[in-house]
C-alpha cells in the first residue's frame, strides 16, 4: 500500500514537472514569435521609408495621414501665402535639426519635375522659413516611382515671392491672362466655366 503510494507520488511529481516544461516551452515559443513578429515588422517598415527615398527622420507633421492627425494649414503674414504641405520631416545634417517639406504626388516621376510642383515646394519651404525661423536647404517632391531632393535656391525662393505676389495683384484683377498652353490643363480644370474665353478647348 505504502509503496503504491509513493509511486502515486513520483508519478505526480513527473507530471507537475513535465506540465511546468511544456508551459515553459510555450512561453518560450510565445516570446520568440513575438520577437520575430516584431523585428519582421521592423525589417518592413525600414524597407518600405527607404523604398520612398525620403531621409531617415522624425516626420512631425503630415497631412497623407500618416504620422499625426492632420493639422491646420500653415500660414505665413510675413510672406502673405498659405499652405499645407503633405509632409515636414525633421533631418539631422551637421549635428543639427533641419525641417524639411514634402510634396507628394500620386503620378510617376515626369522627366523634369514641373515648374509648378517646384513652385508649390518653393512656398512650403517660405512657410518653414517663416514659421519655425529656419530656412530649409532643400524640399522633397516625392512621386510614385522616385522622390527628388530641390534645393531651395536663392533664385528658386526669389521666384516663388514673385509669383506670391502676382497672384494676390491678380485676385483684385477683373481679367488675368492665361498663362500656359496646356490643354489637358484646362480641360481638367474646376474654374473652366468661369475662365470664359482664356480656357482652351472645346
Ligand atoms: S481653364 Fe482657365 S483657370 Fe483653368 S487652367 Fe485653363 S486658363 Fe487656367
Do not use: N
Request: with cysteine.
Amino acid at each position: 500500500m505504502r509503496f503504491a503510494s509513493a509511486a502515486a507520488g513520483k508519478f505526480c511529481a513527473r507530471a507537475k514537472k513535465a506540465q511546468r516544461k511544456r508551459v515553459g516551452l510555450f512561453l518560450f515559443a510565445a516570446i520568440l514569435l513575438l520577437v520575430l513578429v516584431g523585428g519582421a515588422l521592423l525589417w518592413m517598415s525600414r524597407r518600405a521609408h527607404e523604398q520612398t527615398g525620403l531621409p531617415q527622420g522624425e516626420v512631425i507633421y503630415s497631412d497623407v495621414g500618416i504620422g499625426q492627425a492632420v493639422e491646420k494649414p500653415i500660414f505665413s503674414r510675413r510672406f502673405g501665402i498659405v499652405g499645407r504641405p503633405d509632409y515636414l520631416v525633421t533631418v539631422k545634417e551637421a549635428g543639427r535639426d533641419i525641417i524639411i517639406p514634402v510634396e507628394v504626388k500620386s503620378r510617376q516621376r515626369p522627366s523634369a519635375p514641373f515648374d509648378s510642383h517646384i513652385l508649390q515646394l518653393a512656398a512650403y519651404c517660405l512657410l518653414v522659413e517663416d514659421h519655425y525661423k529656419q530656412r530649409p536647404p532643400y524640399g522633397f517632391l516625392r512621386y510614385a516611382d522616385a522622390t527628388l531632393k530641390l534645393p531651395f535656391t536663392d533664385e528658386v525662393r526669389q521666384l516663388a515671392l514673385d509669383i506670391a505676389a502676382e497672384i494676390r495683384t491678380s485676385r483684385t484683377a477683373t481679367d488675368v491672362a492665361r498663362q500656359h498652353h496646356d490643354f489637358g490643363r484646362c480641360r481638367g480644370c474646376g474654374y473652366r466655366a468661369a475662365c470664359g474665353e482664356q480656357a482652351l478647348g472645346e
